[in-house]
């Protein structure tokens, strides 16, 4: 005999059908355009990494813009070009991929965690505060999800302390702040077009800068330090000779890459209203349910819309957020944990003798939070299974 609740448990889906979490919507003008690439033989950076750069910088209204090949590229180069290194302290957020804090590593520079505020999931200005000595360089907020930071009081304390402020904007393409795109607001802004960002090229990223020098020294260090663009010095303006003026990096974005950028950008807007409605439409049905969902956005603020969180906590939902993690695959159903809190990693416990329990908002919502698929992709049937899905495995009958 089959109970309710074995009823209850039967898949929402079929294995055949599973819901990859974060799935792009790759359409017929992106296949065109890398095909026509490939068939003009320039694969590597050229013309469209051009196009795709102007077409960027155009879009969040920047004053230069660099295409490099991930958004970890995009925050290195930035801490070189602000000038730090070895003994130099950045603050950054607690609750973030860990990319952010490796490419302060990487730098050179020593990491330092603020704890995030529990609503908005972003860094707690006073908590940065906080944790300035006489070594700060620099701040480095992460737009959690695609909700802007409270950036008039980063950049008060940017001015106050005289820091240098980087954007990680992984999240945060379409975000904007009291009317300002971010990204435009720090020294520099760093985008992801990784496959599961709202504009995705594969692999990609995009610096934009607030100076000329900035965004030349950023172009000079993405590849390989050389003095000219190697896009150029194969031109048909005959060879031209470069110069190598310091030791720069491979981290060039290559043209294939842009040929799927530049359709994805132009589709930014109409997917945008998508992620809104499928946002919306979570929220209406998940009201009644032991969940603690999204904040609203703040008002004078544009939310990207990129993650759709939700924080399952066991005393409320009767389900751990790991059981529920399982429950959902089980209905094959990709889900996604953004993220656990840094300090919960092994290799930053050993290194820094950072411990979870220091940034007690960033940890909790780590070990609560579960991101639900949030795509343009996404048909109404599949939002659907999403909703029945949650609703049966918090379903207490
Ligand atoms: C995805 C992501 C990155 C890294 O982006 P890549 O392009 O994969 O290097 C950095 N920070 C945050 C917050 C991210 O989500």
Redesign the pocket.
Known sequence: MISGRAARTAPVRSSSQFLVFGAPAIEEAEIREVVASLKTGWLGTGPKVASFEEEFRAYKGARHAVAVN????A?HLSMLAAGLGPGDEVITTAL??C??VNAIIHAGATPVLADVDPVTMNLDPNQVEAKITSRTRAVLP?HFAGRPCDMDALCDLAARYELKLIE?C??AIETEYRGVKVGTIGDFGCF???V??NVVTG???MILARTEADAARLKVLALHGMSKDAWKRFGDEGYKHYQVVECGFKYNMMDLQAAIGLHQLRRVETNWVRRQEIWNHYNEAFASLPLELPAAPEPDTRHAYHLYTILVDEEDADIGRDAFLDAMHGHNIGVGV?YLSVPEHPYYQETFAWRPEDYPHAMRIGRQTVSLPLSPKLTDDDVQDVVTAVSGILDRG
Do not use: I, N, R
């Open positions: 991930s958004c970890t590229a925050l973030t991929f990319a952010t992460v990680d992984a999240h992801s077009f990784y599961t960002k692999e990609g990223g953004h």
